[in-house]
């Protein structure tokens, strides 16, 4: 099976770009694009990549492994940018309960779906 391909560097791409931005907003990089047009070409890529996303494949446990890694991703994501240094200006963050309730929520839903695959 195949879980990752090169659609979904068009969901990791802007995601990795939208983190730093929140973490360090001030980093220079980012001061060459207007904000507005930034925003709307990262949210247009999300939401192209994740329907695409939904269109390429049936196989649910391959779905499910796509979850693993993007929370994987996303927490790998949250670690590196806190060691060096930057804080999150939108309250994504390791402080935040509300961060903990979908990581929990997350896990508790990849887990429900594993196991319903592997009852069929």
Partial sequence: MKYFNYIDLLFYVPLTFLMVYDYFPEWSMFNF???????????????????FKRLQTDNRLEIVYSQ???????????????????????GIGFDDIGTWIVIILSIAGIMSQKRKLQKE
């Fill in 68 to 90: 693993i890694f993007s929370l994987s991703y996303l927490l790998f994501l949250m670690i590196i940018l806190t060691v060096f240094g930057g804080e999150s200006l939108s």
């Fill in 33 to 51: 694009i207007p904000r507005e047009i930034y925003i709307w070409v990262i949210l247009g890529l999300v939401i192209f990549s994740l329907f």
